[in-house]
């Protein structure tokens, strides 16, 4: 490959009396003229190599075709109507939709295809009134984490002149009597500096309806805790604001109120150490009941009387099981509880003092989502899904227990004719790994097909089944498609997570290429043929993979990642995944980072595999640098004629809010080169 030229600049760094080369520093201003040139050479190296590819046309197609299906999102009921959104299949971006009962003709209330010709204006939040007479939503452009609010009239459609920017990690919470919503923001950066600048100093604000921004009424701030992020919700009854207070990623928060019944009323400190999560579900009263890992890493459910919150006085609603507890809400007087019972879901219904338990009846082996609702409420709704079952929407009882199909899409291919199994593997050290296997059915294990292994392990986000037009054509062609559940995810509650975080981050590395190791010696797949993929953390794990094991794969597809493990706290939000990762600020840590760090472990002259990495120019969540310097690098070490490409997406972010033909030609592309590489 003839690469364009990457300039090396003389920039060293001392950690800790170490010197550090870092000579791509300059491709960290993705603005500059000469980074422009850069990214402009690559993308036409990069889309020239895939224009050779005949099949990448067929490809494209034949997504695009089972991408073209009904999607609709969750309903919820305001007042006396409903809301939730509907993609007709190709609609770069989904509809929202209110209708006056469930079997009513809905009417469109927003449509944010209209607001950009390219579909890079998403709508990233909403909150509707009580009574659904009005609805903040928040704006997203270009993929970017910053959100302007707006407030719009149900009954007419219209906007209300309010807007609300420099919002980033906050939704809105209304008063019962429209009056206003609490929300937070940072700072109005720099010019020149909203996607690079680190996000310090959230602040707590309660917009009146009808002001301009710059009368909103400040609640809360602590200046001297520069990393302390906030979110208030209103409680049901309205008495009082429950505040989450974050402090980078990890499963822990304070819990502050206030008492919405005095203006003058103080912030009161009910959870004062970070020491665990807390996430609120409902009061009554004064009886606050909360989602917690507090002496319990799988979670269970307590209440807490803020007029007595002694540690001894707290009572344990629901103990904590053998499942991990992944959400809370409450349904007309009964806890509704998720659970992952080996990363897919498991739904149990309570009442509220946590007695006769029933489960609720699934379809299968899959993932849900949704049973939000008011205590009062004799409906909720969810979605569920698996790999080769769409969203589909159910409406439920919490009465009587039973699930009604709401939506079901229907998607122009036959899931009988594929199978999901799911294995268990053991880790480098003997840790028991699951992992789902996705196929055609009658396919082979004669080490002969491609396979695609993805996976995450981290921020104790957990991988469950889920359907993809994408993987659904790989399958088409042949492949597998490979799901692993590695340590650092939530999977397992918060023992796992802490088990592949820090210093013991290695494990979750571990684990990707005992699951590498297992497909090929179960003879799924060979190392020619075997692909590995994954996103913003998952860049990271199929980073530090390639260069540990470069032999292990055929491929390598890094997207979005954290790829310089010595300077991600430098930028936007990168510090608050220092709970995670650990900071080369501190001497133990940087030794720690740089044995894994991808961008400083590659070496001149390895073979590495065929390499594809794709970024966006405004990804303000892991800033491009990651990508461009780990391309630069990579390119300049490989030892072998096997591609290292770089597909670099102009407005366009971290991923939420993407068009839809973005990412059908994202997908399109990803599989078209594997086609090429796998199959020479």
């Known amino acids: 490959m003839n690469y364009p030229e990457s300039r090396k600049d003389n920039v060293v760094d001392d950690y800790h009396g170490t010197e550090i080369a870092d000579p791509y520093r300059w491709l960290e201003d993705p603005d500059s003229e000469e980074s422009r040139r850069w990214i402009q050479a690559q993308n036409k190296l990069t889309f020239g190599f895939l224009e050779t590819i005949p099949e990448r046309t067929r490809i494209r197609e034949r997504i695009t075709h089972l991408w073209n299906f009904e999607k609709y999102g969750i309903p919820q009921k305001k007042g006396d109507r409903y809301f939730y959104t509907k993609n007709d299949g190709l609609q770069n971006q989904s509809v929202i939709y209110v209708a006056d009962s469930l079997d009513a003709e809905p009417r469109v209330l927003l449509d944010p295809n209209q607001l950009s010709p390219d579909g890079t204006v998403a709508v990233t939040g909403t909150s509707l009134s009580e009574d659904g007479l009005l609805m903040a939503y928040g704006l997203s452009t270009s993929g970017s984490d910053w959100m302007e609010w707006k407030i719009r009239n149900v009954e007419s459609g219209i906007d209300l002149p309010d807007q609300l920017k420099w919002i980033k990690f906050s939704g809105a919470s209304w008063l019962p009597d429209n009056s206003g919503f609490f929300y937070s923001r940072y700072r109005e950066p720099a010019p020149g500096d909203a996607l690079e600048e680190t996000n310090y100093h959230q602040k707590l604000y309660f917009h009146r309806t009808g002001d301009p921004q710059s009368l909103d009424q400040l609640i809360y701030e602590r200046p001297d805790q520069k990393e302390w992020g906030f979110s208030g919700i209103v409680t049901e009854d309205g008495r009082f604001l429950v ?109 509220l003092s946590g007695h006769d338990a029933r489960d609720v009846d699934l379809p299968g082996l899959g993932t849900v989502a949704g049973f939000s609702g008011k205590k009062e409420d004799v409906e909720t709704f969810y979605a569920y899904t698996s790999f080769n079952v769409p969203a589909s929407i159910y409406r439920f009882d919490p009465e009587t227990g039973l699930s009604e199909l709401f939506r079901k899409p229907v998607v122009d291919f036959d899931p009988d004719d594929y199978e999901t199994r799911q294995v268990f593997y053991q880790s480098k050290d003997g840790t028991r790994i699951p992992m789902f296997l996705n196929h055609k059915k009658g396919f ?41 559940n590695l340590r650092g995810g939530g999977e397992y509650g918060e023992d796992w997570h802490e088990a592949g975080a820090k210093s013991k981050k290695q494990n979750g590395f571990d684990d990707f290429i005992a699951a590498a190791d297992w497909l ?146 994202e997908a399109a592309d990803k599989w078209s080169f594997l086609l090429r590489v796998l199959n020479p």
């Open 444 to 484: 082979e294990r004669n080490g002969l097909a491609p396979a695609y292994l993805y996976g995450y392990g981290g921020f104790n986000i957990s991988l469950t089944p889920a359907f993809s037009a994408g993987a659904l054509v790989w399958m088409e062609m042949g492949g597998l498609y490979a799901v692993a």
């Open 243 to 351: 505040i989450h207070v974050w402090k980078g990623t990890g499963p822990m928060n304070l819990i502050f109120y206030k008492d919405l019944s005095g203006s003058t009323n103080p912030v009161v400190e009910l959870i004062t150490e970070f020491e665990a999560e807390f996430s609120f579900i409902m009061n009554q009263g004064p009886l606050f009941f909360f989602k917690t890992n507090h002496s319990a890493p799988r979670g269970r459910v307590i209440a807490i009387d803020i007029h007595n919150p002694e540690r001894e006085a707290v009572r344990e609603i629901v103990p904590q099981s053998s499942e991990t507890l992944e959400s809370a809400g409450v349904v007309k007087d009964r806890l509704i509880l998720t659970y992952l019972k080996d990363a897919h879901s498991r739904v149990r219904i309570l009442d």
């Open 520 to 665: 090929i010696r179960e003879e799924y797949t060979s190392s020619p043929k075997l692909a590995i993929g994954g996103g913003s953390n998952g860049g990271l794990l199929v980073g530090a993979c390639m260069t540990q094991r470069p032999d292990l794969f055929g491929a390598v597809l890094p997207a979005v990642g954290v790829l310089d493990m010595l300077r991600f706290q430098k930028f936007t939000i990168g510090w608050a995944w220092v709970d995670d990762y650990g900071s080369s600020d501190n001497a133990d840590e940087f030794q720690i980072l740089l044995k894994y760090s991808p961008l400083h472990n590659l070496k001149p002259g390895v073979c590495y595999p065929a390499t594809l990495i794709t970024t966006a120019d405004h990804d303000d969540r892991v800033v491009p640098a990651h990508s461009f310097k780990f391309a630069a690098a990579l390119q300049n070490a490989q030892g072998c004629p096997a591609p290292v490409l770089i597909r670099i997406e102009t407005r366009s972010g971290h991923g939420a809010g993407k068009p839809t033909t973005r990412l059908i030609e």
